[in-house]
């Protein structure tokens, strides 16, 4: 059964900025989504993706991280709140591709120094998410105070966090599972 | 009722399942040519690409949309 095959949910953290209190929440979110069963996943750390800012779309596309979203069944995007919204480079980023995102999943985690957990830029990321041909859950990680929520060593220090992240994530496997079955068996016409 | 031909998976060989179409209005608005000009719908007003998956290795690939074809099998 073709079914069989592992899920895949790459965890994208979106932001290039120095001292980035998300990259712990990624680091956190990774490791819950790698206890899942038969799911595989692995950290894309934007930063890493060299892509040039002398144009825009695919004409600037990363064959590697096209192959990671070519393969994902859904993803997850940390995306910390900077002034109510996104991170230019993340758009920039997620510009390159199209094709790959097609009917699969996304999740998002929003991230902020604030109480609000990321939800404005949660919202504002949604519209780009459905253009670009991605269906997104009704579960979101809303991480509020995220200087305060890790220690140094990237330890988190308030386990609520570990239920809330398993919601949000079986939320995602399953919308992972509909949409692979549906972009494989169900067709258009 | 229309048809068009199954996109063949090239890695696997099988059939893919046509899922979605998407449209792009990015061709249209840099048309520069007449076949770029007439590969543009008319009604919606851009280039129609159908996304098709793999139902062996879920590898999914985009075409332009085929041109309707009449069933012409009489009932």
Known sequence: MTTDRPI?????????????????????????????ENVETELVDIRDIPI?????????????FSAT???????????PEYNHGYPGMLKHVLDTNLKEYIHKAVGLCGVSAGGFGGTRVIE???????????????????????????????????????????????????MAKVLRHGREHISLE | MTKTTKMICPDCGVEMNHHADKIDYAV?????????????DPVLGGVLEEAHSCPECGKT?????????????QS
Do not use: C
């Open chain 1, 8 to 36: 895949f949910i790459p965890v994208i953290l979106g932001t290039v900025r120095q001292g980035r209190a998300s990259e712990h929440v990624a680091r956190f979110v990774l490791g819950e989504v790698a206890k899942r």
């Open chain 1, 52 to 64: 040039s800012s002398q144009d825009a779309g695919e004409a600037v596309k990363d064959s590697k």
């Open chain 1, 124 to 174: 504002n990321l949604l519209p780009v998410l459905r253009e670009l041909g991605m269906v997104t859950i009704f579960w979101d990680g809303n991480f509020s105070g995220a200087r305060k929520l890790f220690n140094a060593d990237g330890v988190l220090l308030d386990a609520d966090y570990i239920k809330r992240i398993d919601k949000f994530l079986k939320e995602l496997v399953w």
């Open chain 1, 69 to 79: 979203v070519s393969r994902a069944d859904a993803l997850v995007i940390v995306v």
């Open chain 2, 61 to 73: 690939q985009l075409r332009p949309k085929a041109p309707e074809e009449s069933d012409t099998t």
């Open chain 2, 28 to 40: 249209a608005a840099a048309a520069v040519d007449v076949a770029q000009e007439s590969a543009i």
